[in-house]
């Protein structure tokens, strides 16, 4: 499966952004769907996963209750929304699949999108 990842930008802090990672290849149903991030200087990070019915999702500490990760497999998109950004969020956005595997370890996903820059000036 071929990911792209999508909506990233400049915002201010407060401010929100919505993520897209639109799937090619094979359809989103086949996996579970998570949103990575990666900072300058640091790993890379989970920030959320959404298993393959759309069911279930899992935050990072970090972002719970400001984050909400999506899915329409029917449009074959993840999203991602992120609400009352702070300048820590500013990273690299990655979206990724897998089929099985610890959902919060980057060593699990089989499949990921090229990323897309999110910065949330103060």
Not at 75 to 104: I, S
Request: proline letters at 2%.
């Amino acid at each position: 499966v071929q990911l792209q990842a999508s909506g990233g930008g400049l915002v201010q802090s407060g401010c929100s952004l919505s993520l897209s990672c639109t799937a090619s290849g094979r359809t989103l149903i086949s996996y579970n769907m998570g949103w990575f991030r990666q900072a300058p200087g640091k790993e890379r990070e989970f920030v959320a996963v959404s298993t393959r019915s759309g069911n279930s999702a899992y935050y990072a500490d970090s972002v719970k209750g400001r984050f909400t990760i999506s899915r329409d497999n029917d449009k074959n998109t993840l999203y991602l929304r992120l609400n009352n950004l702070k300048p820590e969020d500013t990273a690299v956005y990655y979206c990724a699949a897998y089929v099985a595997g610890d959902w919060y370890s980057t060593g699990s996903y089989d499949y990921w999108g090229q990323g897309t820059q999110v910065t949330v000036s103060s």
